[in-house]
């Protein structure tokens, strides 16, 4: 009976691909009618979702890893083969279950945000991408990887710059292309390097760990940080991420900013963690590093965004610089050969990677629904949406709450198990490399700290209060094929919240498959609790406090309840009638933490009073705020510009003259007779 | 059922414990400003008063703004609820917490965090500016403060080997009248941590409706009725609450050792005092300190996150 499962699991991934390429060409074929290839497109996506789902759950379930051939070209040998080992299964569930409820919202979504004569296109693509992910995950050879990894950035380019009479937009799609490229450039060489030294193109034989040593492997190292670590968003590669991800339409936001990165992040513990031998002392601090700059530079920028996607956008960066925090702290624990400790860095790393795909999927979906019904994504436009959309708002405040890290929901579970590998990393960890740990506890924290206060800014500001533009009182509720998606991945916060031990008994399957680790008995009473290895440091029962927290709100609600009617009045306007102006602005509110983190900011302001007859009585008042582009500026500046004087230079050698051109030639041919006469 | 009794016993030890904290909470608010009254040559309030108010305002009828939707009227409910759970992860009397099973000292920060978040939340829906101006002001001064407290907490956390409040308690019970001198440093990184979260000066001002420096009393000003009965209560068993806690990672001594009535009344009494203690140091800071501008609160803060810092470097290098 199993090895019927694990056949049929090993049928699932050729036969999800298949679904999807029959489904694609189908959409591409209907072309025209829009709405009919939007169906097949999406449909078929949903199926092989769940057939991919199936087959990683097996996996995951202890059924061990299965593999196969995805295409056999007889003629030229040339093989594409695939393997779902336990790690590729995690991130294979991860991505389909998020998946399904976003391209469920999509099938809705799309009719309202896409011109009808690009819907095939855009499905087609969305199938496309979600398809290449897949294979990204499971591929066993280079060849397949590569493949796929190109398609995936290629389709992603496409949705992107899909609304294309944006200027915004175009810049967009072709940053993102460039920063892609970029990082596939040092994909390739780096998997060059080690497909010469090993002779094979196979990753398991490549990510053995023994092929490089040396300076050698340091610069595959790093050709695979800067190579993953673009598509993972990881500052300071992270340019391309605050202008792709709101580019595209709201659900494929959703789509890039809560499972894409995951590809990123999958590389990262594939091959920089375990794929490349022992980790070194540096690289575990390089990735801590990293990862904690990430963190609080994303939230701090987040904090301060005007632009609701944009602001999740920078979100996805400090969730993905957390996931890389845990992760340089298993590998500090690995290069100091504590297995153990690794192990619990390793859960939370991989546990926050499913924790932020959940709750950023729900908030991208609540953020394009609001979009949608006002036209705007100006935090300072909105304003009173929880009256007018009751079922996107409440799930957003799900949202939020999960994303601010509070018990009992999912972001606090994962959050909770990083400060535990910290804890334990600083008594495993030798002279003063510990005290990297309580440092990024700290940072961790004061990450936390500021993720609730810009999700107290978000939701307030554009969900209570008054209404603070027209197309903000106008709005109204999204259809329910909308809003039970997002119902969908609330549900799934809440649940991880509280069942954290079924999210960890599933990440032990992948612990006994990677090397260096050693498993821990980190689940302890069934599926609600976790503990650290032999509870030296804390445990967590989340389901139990769930039950006093609530038991403590509900006599507190019994204690407030002495009359059933309230009586409504207007709020204290100061002697004035309140207004959607009266009200506090989102500038406003994060402007204290902007004035105390000023060197990060470096904001620069003016302010202009416009007066007729005294300074004192200004007839209106123009502000303006930015703030400083210190990456773009600082360091991508001066490399655009090199390379462009380069360009330039070039001009000289390239200048179209077919003689000069016929000279190249011949010089390069003698310099090679030379060569190889030489090397005789 | 086997497991019933142990449910029930665990149960009623919450329950007790949590009155006891609800019950004492107002005591500790109005000796904190009798005191301080006492110290300006003032009379001060009969030290009953805070009971006085709860009973007022919850005999009061609600009213509620306009403008306000349902998060409003889950603000004061959910801050409650959650500083009242948060209590059950403490030890008081005993050195064991009722809840301790279920999560450490980072479960109880993050309900402090829960309970933050849902108040400053509901503080902006009714559309006043104070509200907004007092929630982002709070949540600027929390988001500040974490660090410090985080490393605070690490620091005896790495000297007991547990997170758990139950286990540090016991640990440094073992330990003994020993007092490191990082113990004294981080002491008082978290003292000046508890008052910037409780809202007392220098940090904020509690006894002020001045528009443009309050923090904690303006994101609540919309309150009334038993909204604010809720919200006043909440406040006052979190600041017991963060008094208790230093007591416990500090100063444990006295704890009751076994439920018995007099180890219990030893118990009581103890934790009495030493609360009593830290709250006549809370008002001699309120008294002798003028509140610092929103701005300089950073200084503040990092001053304490340098101390806890050093307490770690000298504890552990």
């Known amino acids: 009976m199993s090895v019927n499962l694990g056949q049929l699991a090993a049928v699932a991934v050729p036969a999800a691909v298949l679904i999807r390429l029959v489904t694609v060409a189908a959409a591409i074929v209907l072309g025209r009618r829009g709405a009919a290839a939007r169906t097949i497109a999406l449909t078929g996506s949903i199926v092989a979702s769940v057939m991919t789902i199936a087959a990683a759950v097996h996996v995951l379930g202890g059924g061990g890893a299965v593999a196969g051939v995805l295409l056999h070209h007889a003629a030229s040998g040339a093989v594409l083969t695939f393997s779902m080992t336990p790690l590729s299964a995690w991130f294979v569930m991860v991505f389909g279950v998020i998946a399904i409820p976003i391209t469920v919202y999509s099938a809705s979504y799309f009719p309202h945000a896409i011109p009808p004569a690009r819907m095939a296109a855009v499905s087609a693509a969305f199938n496309v991408m979600l398809g290449a992910v897949e294979v990204v995950f499971v591929a066993a050879d280079v060849l397949t990887f590569v493949f796929a990894w190109e398609l995936m950035t290629l389709a992603t380019a496409m949705l992107v710059a899909s609304g294309h009479e944006e200027r915004g937009n175009r810049r967009a799609g072709y940053l993102y292309l460039v920063m892609s490229h970029v990082g596939t450039g040092c994909l390739l060489a780096a998997f060059l390097i080690l497909a010469a030294a090993a002779g094979s193109l196979s990753l398991p034989s490549l990510l053995a760990g023994h092929l490089v040593a040396g300076y050698t492997r340091t610069a595959v190292f790093l050709l695979f940080l800067v190579g993953f670590g673009v598509k993972a968003g990881l500052i300071p590669f992270h340019v391309w991420l605050p202008e792709a991800h709101p580019a595209a339409p709201s659900s494929i936001s959703a789509l890039m900013s809560a499972v894409l990165i995951t590809a990123g992040l999958y590389g990262l513990v594939r091959v920089c963690a375990f794929g490349l031998g022992t980790p070194d002392v540096i690289w575990g601090v390089a990735f801590m590093g990293l990862g904690a700059l990430s963190a609080i530079l994303g939230v701090l920028y987040a904090l301060t965004q005007g632009d609701l996607k944009r602001l999740l956008a920078y979100s996805t960066i400090e969730n993905s610089g957390i996931v890389v925090l845990g992760l340089g702290a298993a590998m500090l624990a690995l290069a100091y050969g504590r297995g153990g400790i690794a192990t619990v860095a390793i859960a939370a790393s991989l546990a926050h990677v499913l924790n932020h795909a959940a709750f950023k999927g729900l908030l991208f979906l609540g953020a394009g629904s609001v979009v949608m019904q006002t036209g705007t994504r100006r935090v300072e436009q909105f304003g009173g949406l929880l009256r007018r959309m009751p079922w996107t708002g409440s799930l957003f405040l799900v949202g939020a709450l999960a994303i601010a890290g509070l018990p009992p929901l999912n972001g606090f579970v994962s959050e909770w198990l990083t400060f535990q590998a910290l804890l334990l990393g600083f008594g495993a960890t030798p002279g003063f490399v510990r005290l990297i740990h309580p440092l990024s506890a700290a940072l961790l924290a004061l990450t936390t700290a500021l993720a609730a206060a810009c999700f107290v800014r978000v939701a307030g500001i554009c969900f209570l209060a008054l209404p603070r533009s027209e197309a903000a009182a106008a709005a109204g509720e999204v259809p329910a094929a909308m809003w039970i998606p997002q119902a969908a991945l609330a549900l799934l916060c809440v649940a991880l919240g509280l069942m954290p031990g079924v999210v960890l008994s599933a990440l032990g399957a992948i612990v006994t498959s990677l090397p260096g680790l050693q498993p821990v008995p980190l689940v302890m009473w069934g599926s609600t609790g976790i503990a650290s290895p032999a509870r030296t440091f804390d445990h967590l029962v989340p389901a139990t406090f769930a039950v006093a927290l609530l038991a403590a709100v509900t006599v507190g609600a019994l204690a407030a309840r002495r009359r059933a009617v309230v009586r409504r009045v207007p709020a204290w306007g100061c002697g004035g009638v309140l207004s959607a102006q009266t009200q506090y602005t989102a500038t406003a509110f994060s402007k204290p933490l902007l004035m105390i983190f000023r060197a990060v900011y470096r904001p620069t302001r003016e302010v202009e009073a416009l007066a007729d007859v005294s300074p004192y009585y200004p007839q209106e008042v123009r502000y303006r705020s930015v703030i400083e582009p210190t990456f773009e500026r600082y360091v991508y500046s001066p490399v655009l510009r090199a390379v462009l004087r380069v360009a330039n230079g070039m001009k000289a050698l390239q200048a179209g003259s077919l003689h000069a051109y016929l000279a190249y030639v011949l010089a390069l041919g003698v310099l090679l007779l030379l060569w190889l006469g030489g090397s005789k | ?317």
């Not at chain 2, 005591?27 to 009971?51: D, F, V």
């Not at chain 2, 402090?112 to 829906?125: G, Q, S």
């Not at chain 2, 008082?188 to 220098?202: K, S």
């Not at chain 2, 018995?260 to 203690?277: D, E, H, M, S, Y």
């Open chain 2, 1 to 317: 059922m086997p497991m019933l009794p142990e449910v029930v016993r665990q149960g009623s030890f919450a329950v007790a414990q949590t009155v006891l904290l609800l019950a004492a909470a107002p005591l500790l608010k109005t000796a904190i400003k009798k005191m301080k009254a006492r110290l300006q040559n003032r009379q001060g309030p009969p030290l009953l008063q805070g009971y006085y108010d709860l009973a007022k305002l919850f005999a009061k009828e609600p009213v509620r703004a306009e403008t306000a939707s349902w998060v409003f009227a889950a603000g004061p409910r959910v801050y409650f609820g959650a500083v009242i759970a948060a209590t059950t992860l403490v030890p008081v009397l005993v050195p064991a917490a009722p809840l301790e099973a279920a999560g450490g000292i980072l479960l109880l920060v993050g309900m402090l965090a829960l309970a933050r978040f849902a108040l400053a939340t509901a503080a902006l829906d009714t559309g006043s500016a104070f509200g907004g101006m007092g929630a982002s002001r709070d949540m600027t001064i929390a988001a500040l403060a974490e660090p410090a407290l985080m490393l605070g907490l690490f620091t005896s956390a790495l000297a007991a080997g547990s997170l758990n409040m139950g286990g540090l308690v016991r640990s440094v019970l073992q330990r003994g009248l020993v007092l490191y001198p990082s113990d004294l440093l981080a002491f008082a990184g978290l003292f000046i941590i508890v008052i910037a979260e409780t809202g007392r000066i220098p940090v904020d001002n509690p006894a002020t409706h001045l528009e443009l420096t309050m923090i904690h009393e303006a994101m609540v000003l919309e309150y009334a009725g038993p909204d604010l009965a809720l919200v006043e209560w909440g406040s006052a068993v979190k600041e017991l609450l963060y008094l208790t806690l230093l007591v416990d990672l500090f100063l444990p001594l006295g704890m009751a050792a076994d439920a018995a009535p007099a180890a219990l009344l030893t118990g009581l009494l103890a934790w009495a005092l030493k609360v009593f203690l830290l709250a006549v140091g809370v008002t001699i800071t309120e008294t002798t300190n003028a509140k610092l501008r929103l701005f300089r609160v950073p200084e503040l803060v990092s001053v304490s996150l340098g101390l806890a810092f050093l307490a770690l470097a000298i504890r552990f290098l």
